[in-house]
């Protein structure tokens, strides 16, 4: 399943430019000369409304760009994206990040007499075809701008974001599976329908079926035109969590989880 992250050179930035913001407030106990300098400028970004449904997807962006005292800057080019989040599987609880990103662009508008950029009617969505699994609801509005286009030197770039609540209708399914008791060697196979809101596209919701609690799925299929689906698996001695997870293909359509009733003799008595 394609995974894609939040591109090197803006993640990279956005880490940098957070830096530099925190240390540009000087500690308490510093002497004004031990202060860090100004920045130029500050970024804003803002949506309209700051959340989204099934039947009503879209927002006006809006936005500054002021010099440090407050005065409007124009004629500011500001790169504006929409990044759908993703909660990364890590059951080891190892510090990694615990989440990756799908980037859109949404345009670079330019600042007017006052300051402020606009991008009207966004679609907040999910558009680039990658599997919906583990999907945040909270879909990011990013704005960066750098001064001499150099990302080589973060210092004189500027990053912001906001979020944007997605609020999504629930689904659910059934299933029947072969056998509740299996052992190594066994061929498991569980057969369901997934049932989503009325006039939602039922065909290709995928469907995981986990297996072994260190892996997020053994196998997936995706369902057919009238949500049936159909699964099999060769069980092997160490098979623990037998679970069942589903990802509509629509951003506004949760997915649903169900723990299958399966025990594994093979595996040592408690």
Do not use: C
């Not at 949404?106 to 950029?117: E, I, M, R, S």
Request: no cysteine; net charge positive.
């Amino acid at each position: 399943m394609p995974r894609k992250t939040l591109p090197k050179r803006l993640a990279t930035t956005a880490a940098l430019l957070l830096t530099v913001g925190a240390l540009s407030v000087p500690a308490a106990s510093a002497r004004p000369s031990d202060a860090a300098p100004v920045r130029a400028y500050v970024l804003t970004v803002t949506t309209n409304p700051t959340s989204t449904d099934y039947n009503h997807r879209h927002v006006d962006v809006t936005g500054t760009v002021t010099k440090a005292d407050g005065t409007p800057v124009p004629n500011i080019p500001v790169t504006v994206q929409e990044v759908v989040r993703f909660t990364t599987w890590n059951p080891w609880g190892d510090p990694i990040d615990p989440a990756y990103y799908d980037p859109r662009d949404l345009g670079k508008p330019v600042t007017d007499a006052k300051g402020k950029f606009t991008i009207p009617d966004v679609d907040i969505d999910h558009v680039s075809g990658s599997s919906l699994l583990n999907v945040q609801r909270k879909v990011q509005i990013t704005a960066s701008y750098d001064e001499d286009g150099n990302p080589n030197t973060p210092q004189d770039g500027y990053y912001t974001a906001t979020s944007v609540v997605t609020k999504a209708r629930t689904s659910s399914f059934s299933y029947t599976v072969n056998k509740k008791k299996v052992k190594k060697g066994t061929i498991l196979t569980v057969q369901g329908k997934v049932t989503l809101p009325k006039g939602v596209q039922r065909e290709g919701t995928e469907v995981f079926l986990q297996t072994y609690w260190e892996n997020e799925y053994r196998v997936q299929t995706t369902a057919e035109e009238d949500g049936f689906f159909v699964m099999s698996v060769r069980v092997r001695g160490y098979d623990d969590t037998f679970m069942l997870r589903t990802a509509p293909t629509d951003l506004y359509v949760a997915g649903a989880s169900k723990r299958l009733p399966i025990t594994n003799t093979s595996l040592p008595r408690k």
